[in-house]
């Protein structure tokens, strides 16, 4: 037996699963994926080029151009093909609705609400950036993030507003020149733009740096493989601005908030990439606030949690937390923008 049990999904098990209201979804591949060949993750190489991630309501037309072009593609490819936007999406279904069981136990794996929650979307935003690029072929290509935490970025982005971009399973009052409101919860505030974007951003200290000094209340409880190891203790910036910017653009006609505000669909829209662009780059930067090099979770039950996820060339790729705690070794990068939270303090 060895000394500690890692989390890790069993393939073999895809099942139908539940929705956030208990309503039956399936979200499995077409072919049990156990039958596929199984490589370990491996650094892209360092000659690659650094991906540069830009703020989604800055970029140009000429990448807006070329992402629309990438998801085009994406959504013509077969269900069949892993990297077909529908399988795609439904990686998120798969992992968040609790379609495997767990590996050695009953149990279903789910990963929000958790320590789990920050690298394995980062895992999964990870392999669709460079799946989308070799489709156009550019190893340049990277994800933009939605930059709500920025008093000019706390709009839902332009480039969501047309081509393959748009999804039109969201909540109508809440598109542009709506300002965002970050800690949502089913209920408007009615607050004018000023006020909403200086509540934002003191909303945004709190979830950064006066609630979020402890590992445990920024990173989330600590889920454990096995029967008794689930926990359900969302993080600061899990909770919201993430679950609330969920179900704040999610459709408020659907039972569900479908599409970005139900885990089984959220990430059929386009904007979802985004979202977790700009939550991956907040993982960083409290890292930086830290001051940390090491990891701030040392525990092995934690660092060798495994996932498993189709790369580029289709091959299904078995990866560890260990593997992404530094961003740079996966060959991207944020480009920098203030945070004007930091100075937000009361
Ligand atoms: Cu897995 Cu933004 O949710």
Redo the contacts with the bound molecule.
């Keep these: 037996k060895p000394k500690h049990v890692i989390l890790t999904p069993n393939l073999t098990t895809c099942h139908k699963s539940l929705s956030d209201a208990d309503r039956p979804v399936y979200c499995c591949p077409p072919k049990r994926e156990s039958l596929e060949p199984i490589i370990d993750f491996q650094f892209p190489d360092i000659s690659e080029p650094i991906r540069v991630r830009k703020p989604a309501h800055k970029v140009d037309a000429d990448y807006i151009a070329k992402y629309n072009r990438a998801i085009a593609i994406m959504k013509s490819l077969p269900y069949d093909d892993p990297r077909s936007y529908m399988r795609q999406a439904n990686m998120?279904c798969i992992y968040?609705t609790g379609a495997y069981n767990q590996q050695n136990s009953n149990s279903l794996l789910k990963?929000?609400r958790s320590w789990m929650f920050f690298p394995w979307?980062r895992m999964m935003i990870y392999f669709h950036e460079r799946i989308l690029g070799s489709l156009i072929g550019d190893e340049n290509f990277a994800l933009p993030f939605w930059n709500w935490d920025s008093p000019d970025g706390m709009f839902i982005p332009d480039m969501y507003l047309n081509g393959s971009m748009i999804d039109t399973q969201r909540d109508s009052s809440h598109l542009p020149p709506q300002v965002a409101d970050i800690n949502y919860d089913y209920f408007e505030r009615g607050l004018g733009p000023e006020d909403q974007i200086s509540t934002n951003v003191a909303f945004m200290y709190n979830q950064m740096v006066s609630g979020a000094k402890k590992t445990e209340l920024f990173m989330g409880c600590p889920y454990k493989a096995g029967e008794n190891g689930f926990c359900d203790g969302p993080g600061t910036i899990e909770l919201a601005p993430?679950n609330a910017l969920?179900t704040w653009v999610g459709s408020n006609l659907n039972p569900e908030r479908e599409d970005l505000g139900a885990?089984y669909s959220?990430a059929r829209d386009p904007i979802?990439y985004a979202?977790?662009s700009n939550?991956d780059r907040l993982w960083n930067v409290w890292n930086q606030l830290r001051g940390g090099d090491k990891p701030a979770i040392e525990d092995p039950e934690w660092l060798d949690s495994t996932f498993y996820f189709h790369n580029e060339k289709s091959q299904l790729v078995r990866i560890k937390i260990r593997d992404v705690l530094d961003s740079s070794k996966l060959r991207y990068a944020y480009e920098k923008v203030e945070n004007v939270w930091l100075n937000a303090r009361p």
Excluded: L
């Design positions: 998120h968040c990963i929000h979307h993430h969920h885990f959220a979802f979202h977790h939550i």
